[in-house]
């Protein structure tokens, strides 16, 4: 797989692994990364095609500087230790784990000896998220929004304010531990006005990216979670304030009338790695 110094996840799309034509068409598609699924999206009874059909994907490759991640089923289930084994032999990019509530959970993915993601879709993992962020195995977490909603007895509806402590809980122990932070999906296709303010909301949170369920929802994940023409020149011009020689012994300047600290410096690089990755990734 394509290795980038800094990936961007703003668009993270799950494709179903028992679908042939989709897993074909991931390679041409403007995401991120590409999540191939053998749990949710996949019928029991065409599990196991789905696995072999999702290993000659990822052997056959062809995807570019997509990060190709597999979901596994669970520890629990009659075809987890399969799926695990197929991961260990083809590795992708990432292995991600279906109901992490705890940080234990975590062993199921870290045998694969690859970047472990983890769905964080139960109120227990929520309860338990800092013990969960600070597993060294540990790259990413995936909010499962429509799972932590049926167990929360909740609605994903009115700007998910029933998920607020949830979402923001996620983002505070992930960055607390380096961690990657990606928001769940947006379920209404056709609604691109819900998905933009979705889009937005999640940004705001903090978090990297989102997962897709539709090729049509790339777009404005990818323009979203980019950084801004503003933000961009923004964060140039305090890099380039702080490289001035007059500056190079303070730790706050005046920009603009405007006090900038080398923390703002420190963010201001990150925006513009993100865009030159982002740039990288286009052509």
């Known amino acids: 797989m394509t290795e980038l110094s800094f990936r961007p996840r703003r668009s993270c799309l799950y494709m179903p692994g028992a679908n042939e034509r989709a897993l074909e068409k991931a390679r041409s598609l403007p995401a991120d990364v590409l999540i191939l699924d053998l749990e949710d999206a996949v019928a029991p009874r065409e599990k196991p095609a789905a696995r072999d059909q999702v290993a000659e994907a990822v052997k056959e490759g062809g995807y570019g500087p997509r990060e190709v991640v597999i979901r596994v089923n669970g520890a629990d289930t009659e075809w987890g230790a399969d799926d695990i084994a197929m991961v260990k032999a083809v590795r992708p990019d990432g292995v991600l784990i279906p109901k992490v509530s705890q940080a234990a959970d975590i062993g199921f993915g870290a045998e694969t000896e690859l970047p472990v993601w983890a769905m964080i879709e139960t109120p227990l993992a929520i309860l338990n998220i800092a013990e969960i962020a600070a597993t060294p195995e540990l790259a990413a977490m995936v909010m499962g929004t429509n799972d932590l909603a049926k167990e929360m007895q909740a ?129």
């Open 155 to 283: 609605k994903l509806r009115q700007a998910r304010l029933g998920f607020v402590t949830a979402l923001s809980m996620t983002v505070m122990a992930g960055r607390s531990h380096g961690k990657i932070v990606i928001d769940g999906v947006f379920n209404t296709i056709s609604d691109n006005a819900g998905l933009a303010a979705e889009c937005e909301q999640g940004k705001a949170f903090g978090f990297d990216g989102k997962t897709l369920i539709h090729p049509d929802q790339i777009e404005a994940a990818n323009r979203i979670f980019a950084p801004s023409r503003n933000a961009l020149q923004d964060a140039e011009a305090i890099i380039a304030a702080f490289a001035d020689p007059e500056n190079a012994d303070k730790g706050v300047i005046d920009l603009d009338g405007v006090m900038v600290e080398r923390l703002h410096l420190a963010e201001a690089e990150k925006l513009v790695a993100m865009a030159e990755a982002i740039a990288a990734r286009a052509e």
